[in-house]
């Protein structure tokens, strides 16, 4: 599945987490957006990289792990 790299959400992003695999933001934290829509949607997210959206390239294969908060290139 795709997953939704952003330097933030909002509101107006939903109808992309009910088709993503998971979540990566810049920013964030605990009670952002992006933390409360994916666990309503069931995906994993990993908010607060800082810089995500510049060290991954579209298309590239990574994985998410929410319960340890990381991101990692295969």
């Known amino acids: 599945g795709e ?3 952003a330097p933030t959400t909002a509101p ?3 109808s992309l987490f009910a088709r993503a ?5 810049d920013g964030g934290n605990l009670f952002s957006h992006a933390s409360i829509a994916s ?5 994993p997210a990993v908010v ?6 510049r060290r ?3 298309g590239q ?3 998410v792990d929410g319960s340890r908060g990381t991101v ?3």
Do not use: H, Q
């Open 48 to 53: 607060g990289c800082g810089d995500a959206t």
């Open 21 to 25: 695999a998971a979540v990566v933001t």
């Open 61 to 63: 294969l990574v994985t």
């Open 12 to 14: 107006a992003l939903n």
């Open 56 to 58: 991954l390239a579209d």
């Open 3 to 5: 997953v939704l790299v």
């Open 72 to 74: 990692t290139v295969p």
């Open 39 to 43: 666990r309503e949607y069931g995906i």
